[in-house]
């Protein structure tokens, strides 16, 4: 079960966009819509931040949006902010595998 | 409010078992899938089991299988991982985490296993 590929680090000045890319196979995010994405801050849990490829919980920041294109799923963090420093990590559910998660990216807001 | 609640972590020897434990508040705890996830000390997030909202089925990543058992009790609303056989490399922070729409939107505050000698 290998873990799906993320940028260790991305870094983008306040105001500015930023994408996180996340690629797997056509085991995974190529076969179902079923990406999510987490941000996590020190010491703290993760906290969902997209659902189902795009959809946004409740109380998440309209700003965050996600997408997919064949074995690769995307965040897109626009209008970026100081707050949101912080680790960001795709999931991928996998069938018979569960799920799957990327190694995490590192965000640092300039 | 939603909480969940792990406990049971702490230091074991290789080869040991320890049981962790989560408690389910504030949501129809029988009506959710459960999961675990882990994190290695700073390393990332990875999936660890499952059990359905019943309790009828369950699965595991392969590091773990054979080794570790996922339960719950719907009565009294908490979820179970027994861990067995433990190596050093199952050190980590886990976290009951509430799966639902195939995503984990409520996660504890996690439960911290050292293996080590």
């Known amino acids: 079960q290998s873990a799906l590929t993320q940028p260790a680090s991305v870094s983008g000045s306040p105001g500015q966009s930023i994408t996180i890319s996340c690629t797997g196979t056509?085991?995974?995010?190529?076969?179902?819509?079923?990406v999510s994405w987490y941000q996590q801050n020190p010491g703290k849990a993760p906290k969902l931040m997209i659902y189902e490829v795009n959809k946004r919980p409740s109380g998440v920041s309209y700003r965050f949006s996600g997408s997919k294109s064949g074995n690769t799923a995307s965040l897109t963090i626009s209008g970026l902010q100081a707050e949101d420093e912080a680790d960001y990590y795709c999931c991928s559910y996998a069938g018979d595998l569960g799920w799957l998660f990327g190694g995490g990216t590192k965000l640092t807001v300039l | 409010e939603l909480q969940l609640v792990e406990s049971g972590g702490g230091l074991v020897q290789p080869g040991g078992s320890l049981r962790l434990s989560c408690a389910a508040s504030g949501f129809t705890f029988s009506g959710y899938s459960m999961t675990w996830v882990r994190q290695a000390p700073g390393k990332g997030l990875e999936w660890v089991s499952y059990i359905s909202s019943s309790g009828s089925s369950m699965y595991y990543t392969d590091s773990v299988k054979g080794r570790f058992t996922i339960s719950r009790d719907n009565a009294k609303k908490f979820l179970y991982l027994q861990m067995n056989s433990l190596r050093d490399e199952d050190t980590a922070v886990f976290y009951c985490?509430?799966?639902?729409?195939?995503?984990?939107?409520?996660w504890g505050q996690g439960t911290l296993v050292t293996v080590s000698s």
């Open positions: 985490v509430r799966e639902t729409l195939y995503s984990f939107a409520s």
């Open positions: 056509s085991s995974d995010i190529g076969n179902y819509n079923f």
